[in-house]
């Protein structure tokens, strides 16, 4: 059986890539960018420095900036009015997954209108918005080559999952080099999701000989060099292998989808507002060591290619590495407990139902190896916190 490989129709690599940005628009034969980024981007001189590069190539670029972590409905709706007043022919989306999947809606629906969960999956978004460009700063959510964008619906604190061709960017511009100056918290958070991106594409039910090729990669460069670009930013070669490794692991999930710990992290972002990488996080070692007697050999391969497991272990002495290392991983790149992040337990303990139903309606749980109903998935959730002494 076939499967079906989406991916931008351009793609730069490499320190500087995103100079090439007039290149691109010209192959593209747009001319009116716009620039959708956030305010850090602006601070840092980011996004001024996309404007010059054009603006030596007569190319005149407007800037949106008020997009948001973790992205709203209402949120976008500035940048979707701005398109429809505009006469833009590109969307320019600079930033970490937050600007880039803001971008996606807003070139959506500022070309074809509607409200955002009018696209929510399992509705396929495969009409064609305003092109993208995508230019990465974080090497983590792999949203420059993936065909999804999640916005939350604030009316209800959900996290809506939209799905579709439509939503490819048709260029990527990774360029490492943005990412030298990414601070060690945002480094790990972003990192450790790029992680779980590769683990569950390669145990993910809908898995395929070409979604596996690029999350072993992925996990190859990401397992030796995360807490090389955590503990040193200034390590060229780690954040370049990192930013390879995020993108690959965006490859093969996009292929391939994500599964049980990524059903389970948005509700955790929605309701306690936790960065979708760390709540990642909070997860991957739990929800992995329950996953994997359903899918041993395939976890195995992965403690391997991490580089945490010998190619002579057995799977069980590799599983026992891997779910070490994912404890141990947290522990080093100080990630916080939910409670240490500041939820409150008692509104915890009441979300418990909503955030289980939430889960499972995304569908991402389905391709989990090891099927979850929803009080096996609250319990998962009550093994965040702590018992009481």
Not at 105 to 122: K, N, S, V
Request: hydrophobic share 45%; net charge negative.
């Amino acid at each position: 059986m076939s499967v079906q490989a989406i991916l931008p129709r351009i793609m730069e690599i490499g320190a500087d890539a995103s100079h090439k940005l007039a290149d691109v628009l010209a192959a593209l034969g747009c001319q009116r960018p716009l620039l959708v980024t956030d305010k850090m981007m602006v601070k840092l001189g980011y996004a001024e420095r996309i404007q010059a590069l054009l603006a030596a190539r007569e190319i005149p670029c407007e800037v949106f900036d008020d997009t948001v972590p973790e992205p709203t409905a209402a949120s976008i709706q500035a940048g979707v009015a701005k398109v429809r007043d505009g006469a833009f022919d590109a969307i320019v989306a600079l930033g970490g997954g937050s600007p880039i999947d803001s971008a996606k809606a807003i070139a959506i629906l500022g070309r074809h209108g509607g409200q955002i969960r009018d696209y929510r999956f399992p509705r396929l978004v495969n009409e064609a918005g305003l092109p993208i460009i995508a230019i990465p700063t974080t090497a983590g959510t792999g949203s420059e080559v993936t065909r999804f964008t999640i916005i939350t619906d604030e009316s209800n604190d959900e996290k809506l999952l939209c799905a579709g061709i439509g939503l490819m960017p048709v260029a990527a511009l990774i360029d490492f080099n943005l990412t030298l100056s990414l601070p060690p918290r945002t480094t790990a958070d972003t990192g450790i999701d790029a992680l779980t991106h590769a683990i569950e594409a390669y145990v993910s039910r809908k898995a395929n000989p070409y979604s596996d090729s690029q999350a072993l990669a992925a996990m190859r460069l990401i397992g030796p060099n995360l807490r090389r670009a955590y503990h040193d930013g200034s390590d060229v070669a780690a954040r370049e292998a990192m930013m390879i490794g995020a993108t690959l692991a965006g490859i093969a999930f996009s292929n391939a989808s994500v599964a049980l710990v990524h059903g389970m992290s948005r509700p955790i972002g929605a309701f306690f507002h936790v960065p979708h990488g760390l709540s990642n996080a909070m997860l991957l070692p739990s929800v992995t060591a329950w996953s994997i007697p359903a899918a041993p050999q395939r976890y195995a391969d992965c403690a391997r290619a991490i580089g945490v497991a010998l190619q002579a272990d057995d799977d069980a002495q590799a599983n026992g590495k891997l779910v070490a290392f994912l404890g141990e991983l947290n522990e080093e790149l100080k990630v916080p407990t939910l409670e240490q992040f500041g939820a409150e337990r008692a509104r915890f303990e009441q979300l418990l139902p909503t955030m289980a139903e939430q889960a499972l309606a995304s569908g991402s749980p389905g391709n989990n190896p090891r099927s979850a109903s929803a009080e096996e998935i609250i319990a998962l959730y009550q093994g965040l916190w702590p018992a009481s002494n």
